[in-house]
């Protein structure tokens, strides 16, 4: 709808800002969508360092679980340490069972990684298995799960390869569409 | 004190057991979990199972039936997430959780060279409510001592099970430990008092630490081999009382032995109804020829009349009995 009472040189100026504001939020969304690709290798290896860590924390220190949930997440970084953290936390309230913590601690941060369903799918079937058998049973299933996330973070890499700066450029150029589409 | 064994239980358990009169929660003894067969509980004696709409039953048909996932729950609470940490003790087959509780556990065994290695697929728990009387011991403590002294006589006390013994040389440690305990003249003095705990039952050690008030001077040498125990405890913390409980092997009969060769007394349990079941155990004949002991106490308890004590003196004669009236639970 023409607004009357402005003259020519504002409505130009308007579209010009209109614009450059479109052409802005493509290209951010592209740079977001290009972050998540690159952070998704870089957070399941931090998680498969993590793990490792358990690891070790269950089969020499033998450790209980909320505590060694605790160390993995203080020396784990950025959302991974948010999510171990969690599920430290969930642990060691009181009336929680480990599936229930391991599922309650990806409910409450599981949005702030990069990380995919497939992960997640590993993540809550660690709560099933962690804590339930011996020794040498949960090193064998934490192996398993480590290669399981192995193989997803090479899927990562690979996407990382092929879309991360596909989705700069198409974001950026998008942007760009839409502001031609609207000039 | 039955809040962290509530707080363990499955939600479904938890609720039908939380939901059974009060009277019963008071005297609970023991909560029998079974997969796909009925929830039972005990207490004073009574065993009963409990329905599924909270109430107790001798039906075995209205009874609840845990759950697999329900006993899943259940061992993941008890073993605080880390059955991985408790593979000594689930070899043993019975763990120590908060409050100093004792859960007894059936499942697969799993074996190595002849000998159980692992439990596997738990599937029946026995949940022991220990409970703590503070006094338990108070009007027993002054038979058990030397005429005219404050020495503590070496006593063997003989009892069928959930008869609550654990519960009296518990708080027999304590009174030792504290002094001071006679009603009248000086004050008994505080002895030092070593317990050998090998199924972590009298002081409920958790990370060695008592969850129990077992007296200031006490130290507990907890999951240790009463003989070996006795021993170390001889050797190392040169205590004035040490305080066993179920002996019944003859390398116990050789520590109590030497204990009393170093000058300590001794307290010990043993299994058994009548003075004449241990009369007739070979290892208990000998110690008893060589009148190790120079008091036998026999436990009998009676449901709404009291706790009965027969005190036998070293010759096996009837020496003295005593009647603490009481609800048979806090003598």
Redesign the interface.
């Known amino acids: 709808m023409p607004i009357p009472s402005l003259c020519g040189a504002t409505a130009a100026m308007l579209k010009v800002v209109g614009a450059i504001l479109v052409l802005c939020a493509g290209a951010l969304i592209g740079l977001h969508m290009s972050h998540q690709y690159a952070s998704r290798p870089r957070q399941i290896r931090q998680l498969i360092q993590a793990l490792q860590r358990l690891e070790t924390e269950?089969s020499y220190g033998?450790?209980?679980?909320?505590e060694a949930f605790h160390s993995i997440a203080r020396q784990a970084a950025g959302p991974v340490a948010v999510l171990l953290g969690a599920a430290a936390e969930e642990?060691q309230s009181?009336?929680a069972?480990?599936?229930g913590?391991l599922e309650r601690s990806a409910e409450r941060c599981w949005g702030r990684t990069a990380l995919r369903p497939a992960e997640r799918e590993i993540w809550l079937h660690l709560g099933s298995i962690?804590?339930?058998?011996?020794?040498d049973d949960?090193i064998r299933h934490l192996r398993l799960a480590m290669s399981q996330l192995k193989s997803e973070e090479d899927a990562a890499q690979e996407d990382q390869r092929r879309y991360a700066s596909m989705w700069r450029s198409l974001g950026l150029l998008g942007g760009a569409l839409v502001a031609i589409l609207l000039y | 004190m039955l809040e962290p064994i509530l707080?363990a239980l499955?939600?479904m358990i938890?609720e039908l057991i939380a939901s059974l009169p009060q009277q019963v929660l008071d005297d609970l003894e023991e909560i029998r979990v079974r997969e796909k067969r009925p929830l039972e509980v005990m207490y004073r004696g009574v065993y009963r199972y409990v329905s599924v709409d909270g109430g107790l039953t001798e039906d075995v048909l209205s009874a609840y039936l845990p759950t697999r996932e329900d006993c899943?729950?259940l061992?993941?609470?008890l073993?605080?997430?880390?059955?991985?940490?408790l593979?000594e003790e689930?070899k043993r087959g019975y763990i120590t959780v908060r409050g100093g509780h004792r859960v007894g556990l059936c499942g697969k065994a799993i074996l190595e060279d002849g000998s159980v290695r692992?439990l596997?697929d738990i599937n029946s728990f026995n949940i022991r409510i220990a409970r703590e009387v503070i006094g338990a011991a108070a009007e027993l403590l002054p038979r058990l001592v030397e005429p005219g002294s404050f020495r503590i006589s070496n006593t063997l006390i003989i009892s069928p099970p959930q008869q609550g013994k654990t519960t009296l040389i518990r708080d027999l440690a304590r009174l030792i430990s504290t002094g001071g305990w006679n009603r009248e003249g000086p004050p008994a003095p505080a002895y030092k008092v070593g317990i050998v705990d090998e199924r972590s039952e009298i002081a409920g050690a958790i990370k060695g630490v008592p969850s129990f008030s077992v007296g200031p001077r006490t130290d507990v040498l907890d999951g240790c081999p009463k003989a070996e125990g006795m021993m170390m405890m001889i050797r190392g913390m040169s205590p004035d009382v040490v305080i066993v409980d179920e002996i019944g092997r003859p390398e116990d009969a050789v520590a109590i032995q030497e204990a009393l060769r170093c000058g300590i007394r001794v307290i010990a349990t043993a299994h058994g109804r009548h003075f004449e079941d241990i009369r007739n155990r070979p290892m208990m004949r000998g110690l008893i020829r060589h009148a190790v002991f120079s008091r036998y106490v026999v436990l009998g308890r009676t449901y709404g009349i009291g706790r009965v004590y027969r005190i036998y003196d070293e010759s096996g004669k009837l020496a003295d009995s005593l009647i603490v009236r009481g609800d048979g639970r806090d003598a």
Request: glycine fraction near 2%; proline fraction near 8%.
């Open positions: 269950i033998a450790t209980p679980l909320a642990l009181e009336s069972d480990t599936r913590a962690l804590g339930v058998s011996d020794r949960q | 707080n499955p939600p938890r899943r729950i061992l993941d609470m073993t605080n997430h880390s059955v991985y940490t593979e689930l692992q596997r």
